[in-house]
């Protein structure tokens, strides 16, 4: 325990298990206070699901640390208060805040149903601006906080995921606008898209779903090996505990990827060329010459029909 995060207070979405769980045990051996939060056991299969904040908590004090379970659905906005409520009336304060927590329905789009879309939009990304909604108030006040949202690369575009991927293309967004309102107050706002193995991301019908996908040529064997063979999840909790340091406190706004002891950071979206007309309207005659010549030189269709 090096004492880094000494005193502070994090709440960690979805630490019951998995990379929320790994999190949540490093950043009370940095002498963090931690407020553990899954869903109520009984609304789990008691067989899929062993671990949860109780556990977690537990675990965490046996080592040492302090923690507290908090039980309940962050994608209810009234139970998100009340689970930042909790750091307050357990530990008096609140500096940090993780968006770990949400629920996979994964489906081709024609076969998504609106249950599907709504409990993978409605954990991730309602969750994560429930939580972020009620931290805010507490962090402005104070003046500091640190604020960490989990997205995924399948905001980049994946395949049998589109919720999952609108969600996490939505926790960019989120994370990029927070970070602009409240850095005024001291307060940063940044994501990371982990890769590690939990049993969300490496179980019999995730890598079966995989394995489809690369027999059907959606994605290359090197991505195969890659998805099926993560490294531990406790491998992105040095870099989570970095960003929750008063040293990072300029970087804001920012997504990073976390693969092993591989870290990387994505660019700043610009606009990469423009096409101009000066006087008019375009035609969509002059559009067919220069988009293709001008517009998207070099480009190539990331999903292009294939022959029948």
Known sequence: ??????????VITGSGRGIGRAIAIAMAMEGVRVITNDLPPASRDPVA????????????????????????????????QQLIQTAIDKFGRLDILVNNGGADAPRMVWNMTEEDWDKCVDSFLKGS?????????????????????????????AVGHCNYGAAKAGVVGLTRNVAREMGRYGVTCNAYAPTAATPFTVNEEVVAGFKKRYEA????????EE??????????TPFICYLCTDEAADINGQVFDVTGNNIAIYSEPVKA????????????????????????????????????
């Open 1 to 10: 325990m090096d004492g880094l995060l000494k005193d502070k207070v994090a």
């Open 49 to 80: 699901y062993v671990d949860n904040a109780e556990t977690t908590a537990r675990e965490i004090r046996e080592r040492g640390g302090q923690a507290e379970p908090f039980s309940g659905s962050i994608s209810d906005f009234s139970i998100a």
């Open 129 to 157: 601006f429930n939580c972020t909604k009620h931290a805010c108030i507490i962090m402005r006040e104070q003046r500091w906080g640190r604020i960490i949202n989990t997205t995924s690369t399948a905001w980049l575009g």
């Open 217 to 224: 040529g959606l994605i290359t064997r090197e991505r195969f």
């Open 227 to 236: 998805l099926t063979n993560p490294p531990p999840p406790e491998t992105v």
């Open 273 to 308: 060329k423009v096409i101009q007309k000066k006087e008019g309207l375009w035609l969509i005659d002059e559009l067919i010459k220069q988009v293709p010549e001008v517009l998207l030189e070099g480009y190539q269709n990331p999903a292009p029909p294939r022959p029948s």
